[in-house]
């Protein structure tokens, strides 16, 4: 197997934007290209959730590659719900390990806020099993039974939870691409209204317009994608016997720890997938960062803070640098390539391995990547 | 309320069973068996959805339940007050939607009996279409 290194990195700012979400594409992709000297990959993966429903185009392959000027290159497009940037980032990292392609650009983006958020809701809902949704179940309805149960079973207490949102905030106000850039007081989010009780408001991500892209070489570069590793589990949520953690995570921290040859305690750096608060927290404990019933105490301790032992979504997260889904998984890869080159202005900690956890529906197609710099 | 008989599958490899019935069984490509399941369990978690989806009311009220036979379902309840993970509950379905209501002593009491022989059956059959007729009367109510 080749190894696979990140040459370019770029992302677009994320949020409300008017652009299309070709044009956001081709502003990130485009960025990465430079970023990386090259004009012309020899591949190109594309990932977008439901640009059919939430823009009315298809073909999003073609569309991309034509729209960047890129239409000779062979495309393909990739899904697997909102970890489908993450899928990409393995699709285009599998094609330079099995020496197909010398460099691939992997881009990925979603384009929402122009949709009344009922509508987006339920867009999003639909990576919800069928029979389930006929309920009346939402991705917060079941984050707020998994919330719950996690709070019975791990002891998990709303101020840590809410302490997550408040890490993720103040790193965002460091973040110039992030969807909120104003802090947030533990108060606010803990009084913020109910959306699923026990999940309030502020413990969940917003709705953001963007687009991310790395590309991915077999020449060396200054980053190497060290591992990663795919981690599935039944679309329906009554057929799991356990709520409180995610098999999905479990299974491909496993495989990325594995194709990488080290373990948790190597990582210095964490993006994870915060798309409600206490994900975050369970999210430590499933990849092994934190021991099992550690992760909120860790977080009230400032562990996991910009100053702290592992710092966790210096970029915002999903909850403030935002979540156009089929961008996240790749900006959280961006995320951690500029912290481990050193060009996270004004939010840049000391690392040289970091890991990106990326979640698709609800735990169902989840996804862990482990970056490290170039020795 | 008593315990309604609930359609689910069997995998004949595992002996799982799903709630409602599956074509095959989430952990082998394999087809599964009619069964049944009394409807009876307990609440493995539970939420209030405030902003419920299209063709819901505010406030939602959902439960995620362990039956006693072994298969978990979602229902929709009138309330989750009194509710707590680890609660018992019944589990109805009327027009092929699943409710949960809590089970307190009386109704334990019942199942027990009913359990014990054919005399308990027949004060058990009646019960139970009194607290349907009853469900049925505070459904239409709320509609």
Known sequence: ?375 | MIAQSIEASRCPRCERMVVPPAHYCPDHPVAMEPATVAGVGEIVSFTTLHSPPEGFKAPLHIALIELKGGARLFCHGQETRGIKIGSSVGVESLDGVFYFSHMGFADRARLFWRRAGAGGEKVASISKSLAKGIWRGRSRGDS
């Open chain 1, 1 to 375: 197997m080749n190894n696979v290194w990140i040459a370019g990195a770029g992302m677009t700012r994320f949020g409300r934007r008017d652009e299309t979400l070709p044009d956001l594409i081709a502003e990130a992709g485009l960025a990465a290209l430079l970023d990386a000297g090259i004009e012309r990959p020899d591949a190109l993966v594309v990932a977008a959730m439901n640009p059919e429903e939430f823009t009315g185009e298809g073909n999003y392959g073609s569309l991309i590659n034509t729209h960047l000027g890129l239409a000779q290159v062979p495309t393909v497009r990739v899904e697997t719900a909102t970890s489908s940037g993450m899928a990409a980032v393995y699709a285009g990292f599998a094609d330079i390990a099995a020496g197909l392609h010398r460099t691939v650009l992997v881009v990925g983006g979603e384009k929402m806020s122009h949709i009344p958020t009922p509508r987006v809701s339920e867009i999003i809902g639909r990576s919800i099993d069928p029979h389930e949704r006929t309920y009346g179940t939402t991705m917060p309805a079941l984050a707020g039974l998994v919330t719950r149960a996690a709070m019975q079973s791990r002891g998990l207490t709303l101020r840590e939870m809410a302490q997550v949102a408040v890490k993720n905030h103040a790193n965002g106000a460091r973040n110039p691409l992030a969807h909120f850039r104003e802090p947030v007081t533990i108060e606010a989010v803990m009084e913020s209204r109910l959306v699923a009780d026990p999940l309030r408001l502020f413990h969940c991500c917003p709705i953001s317009d963007g687009a991310a892209a790395v590309v991915l070489t077999a020449e060396p570069a200054a980053v190497r994608i060290a591992g990663i590793g795919q981690g599935t589990d039944t679309m329906a949520v009554r057929y799991r016997s356990d709520l409180t953690s995610f098999r999905a995570t479990q299974a491909a921290a496993q495989a990325a720890y594995k194709m990488a040859g080290f373990g948790p305690a190597r990582v210095e750096l964490a993006e994870l997938h915060d798309a409600f608060s206490p994900f975050e927290l369970i999210s430590l404990e499933d990849t092994g960062l934190i021991p099992v019933g550690k992760a909120g105490r860790a977080t009230l301790d400032g562990e996991t803070a910009l100053d702290g032992r592992l710092p966790v979504n210096t970029s915002g997260g999903l909850k403030a640098r935002g979540h156009p889904l089929a961008a996240t998984g790749i900006a959280q890869t961006v995320e951690i390539c500029w912290q481990l080159r050193g060009m996270a202005e004004g939010r840049q900690v000391q690392a040289r391995v970091g890991l990106a956890q990326s979640i698709g529906g609800l735990a169902t197609n989840n996804w862990v990547a482990l970056l490290e710099a170039r020795a």
